[in-house]
């Protein structure tokens, strides 16, 4: 076996959960929007739902766009499948849509908000096309039901 493919074959129990800008402050964050969940909070959860169904989490949080990009790219042969709420980078990035597009990963957008009752600069996602399944509204819930159903793809 190969070091890569051992690489692919150690990554195949393995979820990554990314978060964008702003979602390290979670908790503090307007929380009558977001809740009151922190990030450690929400990675927990995410943790735990893994878990049940043999999964583990990878968490990686980042207000810069290059360090999410990075971690998509490592996800190819670190992980099987992804949950990203790439937060305001969802409604701008395109190198964010290129790399899930590239790496062909099972990936779930997530959104805390409904993003389609707020402003309508929120309500395009360049993610949305290239992802599997897309959970918004659902509050921090939704990392839940992310991984559920990737645990049932994959
Ligand atoms: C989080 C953000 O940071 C916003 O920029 C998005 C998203 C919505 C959320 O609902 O989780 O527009």
Redesign the pocket.
């Known amino acids: 076996m190969t070091e890569a493919s051992s690489a692919a074959e150690a990554g195949r129990g393995t979820i990554l959960v990314i978060n ?4 390290n402050m979670l908790g503090t964050r307007e929380p009558e929007k ?1 809740g009151t969940s922190t990030l450690a909070d929400v990675e927990q959860l995410a943790a735990s739902a893994a878990e049940k169904h043999g999964f583990v989490v990878e968490c990686v949080q980042s207000n810069h766009e290059g360090v999410l990009l990075d971690a998509i790219h490592a996800a190819r042969e670190n992980a099987a499948g992804i949950v990203i ?1 790439a ?2 980078f ?2 701008t990035s395109v190198a964010l849509r290129d790399a899930l597009a590239a790496v062909q990963l099972p990936a779930v957008e ?4 409904n ?1 389609h009752q ?1 402003e309508e600069f ?1 309500h395009h996602s360049y993610l949305s096309p290239v992802c599997a399944a897309v959970i ?1 509204g659902a509050g921090v819930t939704g990392y839940r039901l992310a991984i559920d159903y990737l645990a049932d793809v994959l």
């Not at 964008?20 to 979602?23: A, S």
């Not at 997530?110 to 908000?113: A, E, F, L, R, Y």
Request: hydrophobic fraction near 35%; glycine fraction near 12%; proline fraction near 6%.
């Open positions: 964008g800008p702003n979602l977001y709420n937060g305001a969802t409604h997530v959104h805390i908000t993003v707020r929120r918004v």
